[in-house]
């Protein structure tokens, strides 16, 4: 299985600072043929399901607020929250739907500082 | 807007099987791909399989190998509902199970969830 790994496994952020929240694949998850990204991000509040943020590790889904984004650099993922609100204080969570199984990180809290 | 809908007991007997159904509206199953995925707070968000139905003639299913040997998809069309069976259930296997939609495809990612349901295992 593909393990993907977040980074850190909490933070504390104050509003209106940038927050950044990292995943690492064990291994490619890449499509050459079209040029993807296989990986999405996730919010989860408490007693909520995850909610998708970002598929193809860019692309916010409808609705998603704009402070939200995702990057890669290399075998590395991040999702940045440019300006945090309170709103935003939630478990985040990256997965990987190259191969299967699809598997998901670890989980990064994200709070108020 | 699709919604989904999981429902079953809440608790369940070692060795015993775990079934829950998953009741779809607002879109019909005979399309997409359909997942049970479930989430623990030591093992975090663990897929457990999808089924596909598309209404005529293909049905197709995938679990997770770590689950395979223990797992059953399928779906009711008549209902709009899909369900998961899980035997010999232990401790480790209470958590709390989700449905989900996937985007599209087979190798996809999860676009609509349930609200999710407790699960414990227990005697």
């Known amino acids: 299985d593909i393990v993907m790994t977040q980074s850190p496994d909490s933070l504390s952020v104050s509003l209106g600072e940038r927050a950044t929240i990292n995943c690492q694949s064990s291994?490619?998850?890449?499509?050459?043929?079209?040029?993807?990204?296989?990986l999405a991000w996730y919010q989860q509040k408490p007693g909520q399901p995850p909610k998708l943020l970002i598929s193809w590790a860019s692309t916010r889904e409808f609705g998603v607020p704009d402070r939200f984004s995702g990057s890669v650099s290399g075998p590395d993922f991040t999702l940045t929250i440019s300006s945090l609100q309170p709103e935003d204080v939630a478990l985040y969570y990256c997965q990987q739907y190259f191969l299967s199984p699809p598997t998901f990180g670890g989980g990064t809290k994200v709070e108020i500082k | 807007q699709v919604q989904l809908q999981e429902s079953g007991p809440g608790l369940v007997k070692p060795s015993e099987t775990l079934s829950l159904t998953c009741t779809v509206s607002?879109?019909?199953?005979?399309?997409?791909?359909w997942s049970w995925i479930r989430q623990t707070p030591g093992k975090g968000l663990e897929w457990i399989g999808y089924m596909f139905y598309n209404g005529r003639d293909r049905e197709r299913v995938n679990y997770n190998p770590s689950l395979k040997s223990r797992v059953a998809i399928s779906a009711d069309t008549s209902k709009n509902q899909f369900s998961l069976k899980l035997s010999s259930v232990t401790a480790a296997d209470t958590a709390v199970y989700y449905c989900?939609?996937?985007?599209?495809?087979?190798?996809?990612?999860?676009?609509?969830w349930g609200q999710g349901t407790l699960v414990t295992v227990s005697s």
């Open positions: 291994e490619s998850i890449f499509y050459s043929s079209n040029n993807k990204n296989y």
């Open positions: 607002g879109g019909s199953i005979s399309s997409h791909y």
């Open positions: 989900a939609r996937q985007a599209a495809g087979d190798y996809d990612y999860f676009q609509h």
